[in-house]
Antibody, heavy 124, light 107 residues
Framework: QVQLVQSGTEVKKPGASVTVSCKATGYTFTRHYMHWVRQAPGQGLEWVGVINPWDDTTACAQEFQGRVTMTKDTSTSTFYMELRSLKSEDAAVYYC?????????????????WGQGTLVTVSS | DIQMTQSPSTLSASVGDGVTITCRASQSISSWLAWYQQKPGKAPKLVIYKASTLESGVPSRFSGSGSGTEFTLTISSLQPDDFATYYCQHYDTYPYSFGPGTKLEIK
């Protein structure tokens, strides 16, 4: 079965960088885009970006452009999201979400399987 | 960028009631809309994709409809497990975005 297992809680200072990992098992790694979504405490869901593991192309929300890098390691079936120049507003739970296999638009798909989430705290 | 809105923001209902949540997009997204259910401290769970396709394993009391800019999620007979927050998300063009959520609470 599909499983996405994310790395553990991170505590960072403002201005630092954080890298969250997402290990994918139970499916063919390169066949599904991977989305990153975050949720600030008590708030709604916010789409961060997406990576196509077939060709490493990425797209992200404008507010993260220049600050986020999404990568993958095919040898370990792991996705990574690095967020730089952290601000207090970046404190959130970060999720990876696999793009579904059917019913997709010309860009990508909804998230059909989700990781358990990684809490990122930003505090001086 | 496409903006998503939802109404109501909070919905109080009883077990056995039928409820409908509305999601609107700021421009046409065809049928590229998903609905998620989220419970406190948990990751979102996919309920509906492509506006009206029920995800495997999701009870048939859930249904989705709509296209273009207006969409609905209907739960025909609420069960205790259904009380949660529901989000819509478009996946038409980048950047994708979510609605602000509808909290479904027990009356």
């Amino acid at each position: 079965q599909v499983q996405l297992v994310q790395s553990g809680t991170e505590v960072k200072k403002p201005g630092a960088s954080v890298t969250v990992s997402c290990k994918a098992t139970g499916y063919t790694f390169t066949r599904h885009y991977m989305h990153w979504v975050r949720q600030a405490p008590g708030q709604g869901l916010e789409w961060v970006g997406v990576i196509n593991p077939w060709d490493d192309t990425t797209a992200c929300a404008q507010e993260f452009q220049g600050r986020v890098t999404m990568t993958k390691d095919t040898s370990t079936s792991t996705f990574y999201m690095e967020l730089r120049s952290l601000k207090s507003e970046d404190a959130a739970v970060y999720y990876c979400a696999r793009a579904g296999p059917v019913g997709c638009s010309s860009t990508s798909c909804y998230g059909d399987h989700w990781g358990q989430g990684t809490l990122v705290t930003v505090s001086s | 960028d496409i903006q998503m809105t939802q109404s109501p923001s909070t919905l109080s209902a009883s077990v056995g009631d039928g409820v409908t949540i509305t999601c609107r997009a700021s421009q046409s997204i065809s049928s590229w809309l998903a609905w998620y259910q989220q419970k406190p401290g948990k990751a979102p769970k996919l309920v509906i994709y492509k506006a009206s396709t029920l995800e495997s394993g999701v009870p048939s009391r859930f249904s989705g409809s709509g296209s273009g800019t207006e969409f609905t999620l209907t739960i025909s007979s609420l069960q205790p497990d259904d009380f949660a927050t529901y989000y819509c998300q478009h996946y038409d063009t980048y950047p994708y975005s979510f609605g602000p959520g509808t909290k479904l609470e027990i009356k």
